[in-house]
């Protein structure tokens, strides 16, 4: 996401490197450079221009502070534009209302279906919300079977009706029915196109004016490029929807829709999805967003998926067994499934600063952990509560039986006894105080 951009970026700001001060001609050196790198990211050459317009009168005549060399001054008046441009600060999302109801739009492919149960599943899990989904793609069959299985795996229940070709019945019957099962959010998935046309259109809007939804979001495929901006235009011109979803985010995309949208349609982006899981997906902020583009990483990100993830009452007990000692192999399963549901491993290394650029060309899998996971789960019950029980015997019975070689299984053991000794020094110094810190983190 944004990797081309990031590094063109950094290539401007080095005209700057060792410059004594912020001069005109400098500066509209940058910034040339700047704009390339912004149309070369598929944004809209209007945006770009306004863009480095902007960040041109806010530099031209800025006093350099003697502890800030030229180019970082320069990097943070475009971090601070690029912030701007995408909205300044993340947008509002309602979900009052009895129930709440949210009306999904965009192109056939954009991945309407896939965020609603995203959406589904984030309001249920941090929202304490009890969602619906609707059923109103009465075009294409697969289109319902998919919203079912998803729904299925979430726990949500889905409105549909059998046979029915009449989206705007459908949507109606489906609050009543809401109400009639104490959901308090509807999430309504519409039809999509291949491309606009008049009869879509027609469709969403009546749809619209029959359930007056609480929020209607405007799905797009960010990989479509500068498309996703135009589309957009057609949408809202018709719709005048609340908010844009951006899918796709981690995919081979340019992102010049995320850097256009806001300035050419007004509409604020409200989420983005990030992943194929339906946990992949979060709200849309404008300064982390910048941050990450400049290669800041996005440490506040990074430290609510990890809240998202602790628990308090076994963090006590954790924190007990490392003072005795006695932290074993299922304390560390543990660990690594709480890592695991914080999603995308590589995303989440990319959020620490300064570690982006260096593992964009790694090829980190979700599947890292996979020989460590087969490992213990070869191991019984009581070798995994006393690992000092696994000798040469038992280290080879563990191989086989994960489908790992010898050297695997003692390079694991070696390290779980390094981590246990680190734990064990730290137990009571850094890590209670990093106990305290989360635990005050998740009081706020």
């Known amino acids: 996401m944004f990797e081309n951009l990031s590094e063109r970026l950094e290539r401007s700001f080095k005209i700057l490197k060792g410059q004594g001060s912020i ?8 910034l040339k450079d700047v704009r390339r790198a912004l149309l070369d990211a598929d944004v809209n050459y209007n945006v770009a221009k306004r863009f480095t317009d902007d960040v041109k009168k806010k530099a031209i005549g800025r006093n350099v502070l003697t502890a800030v060399k030229p180019n970082e001054l320069m990097v943070k008046i475009v971090r601070d534009e690029l912030a701007e441009l995408m909205g300044g600060t993340a947008a509002e999302f309602k979900i009052d209302g009895n129930p709440a109801v949210i009306l999904m739009s965009g192109l056939q492919g954009s991945g309407k279906t896939t965020f609603s149960a995203k959406l589904a599943n984030l309001l249920k899990s941090k929202n304490g ?44 019957h489906a609050i009543n029915e809401a109400k009639n099962q104490g959901c308090d959010v509807v999430i309504v998935d519409t ?18 004016k029959a359930i007056n939804p609480t929020e209607t979001l405007f799905v797009v495929d960010s990989m479509t490029g500068q498309d996703a901006v135009n589309t957009a235009k057609e949408f809202n011109e018709r719709l005048d929807f609340d908010g844009v979803v951006l899918t796709k985010l981690d995919g081979d995309t340019r992102g010049g829709a995320a850097l256009s949208i806001r300035k050419v349609v007004d509409k604020p982006i409200k989420f983005v999805g990030t992943g194929e899981k339906v946990d992949a997906l979060d709200l849309f ?26 628990d308090e009452e076994e963090a006590k007990k954790l924190e007990a067994k490392i003072a005795k000692n006695q932290f074993d192999f299922n304390d560390f399963l543990s660990q690594i499934q709480q890592v695991k549901r914080m999603g995308n491993l590589k995303d989440l290394v990319s959020m620490i600063p300064g570690v982006g650029k260096m593992v964009k060309d790694m090829d980190i899998s979700d599947d890292a952990f996979k020989g460590i996971e087969a490992i213990i789960y070869s191991m019984t019950p009581e070798e995994r509560k006393h690992p000092s029980l696994l000798d040469g015997r038992r280290r080879k019975r563990l191989a086989m039986g994960s489908g790992t070689s010898i050297q695997e299984v003692n390079r694991l053991i070696t390290q779980f006894d390094q981590i246990r000794k680190v734990m064990k020094q730290l137990q009571g110094g850094k890590a209670a105080k990093m106990a305290k810190m989360a635990s005050r983190l998740r009081r706020r």
């Open 23 to 30: 001069t005109e001609l400098n500066v509209a050196e940058t």
């Open 191 to 208: 039809a999509g196109r291949l491309a606009i046309d008049e009869e879509m259109m027609t469709e969403i809007a009546a749809i619209k």
């Open 129 to 172: 919300k009890k969602p619906m989904m609707v059923a109103c793609d009465v075009y294409r069959p697969a289109a319902i079977e998919q919203l079912k299985v998803l729904a299925n795996q979430l726990g949500v229940p889905v409105y549909s009706e059998e046979g029915s070709k009449d989206p705007v019945s459908i949507a109606k």
């Open 285 to 310: 902020h404008p300064d982390r967003m910048a941050d990450r583009i400049l290669g800041m990483g996005d440490i506040i990100s990074l430290v609510e998926r990890a809240q998202q993830q602790y």
